[in-house]
């Protein structure tokens, strides 16, 4: 959702990575944001889209395009028949 609502502004990605935060489950996902020269990471709050530090419990692994990470990972209508 992050990246959606930022994505109106700025260019964003989705970073796919580990979280020490979340047992039991092997990848998460985060959005940035390109803000004045550098990636930044997002956090929702309500209908408010954040900047915050990057958490130190998720390790990256792969950065996609927003379009490219919904076309791989979002199940559609048709999947879920």
């Known amino acids: 959702m992050c990246a959606l609502v930022a994505g109106e502004k700025y260019p964003v990605r989705i970073v796919l990575g580990h979280s020490k935060k979340y047992s039991g489950i092997s990848q998460h996902a985060q959005a940035q944001a390109y803000v004045n020269g550098k990636w930044e990471w997002l956090h929702l709050c309500g209908d408010d889209v954040l900047i915050v530090g990057k958490d130190n419990h998720f390790d990256a692994f792969n950065y996609w395009g927003i379009s490219d990470f ?10 879920s028949k």
């Open 70 to 79: 919904l076309n791989k990972y979002m199940i559609t209508p048709e999947m």
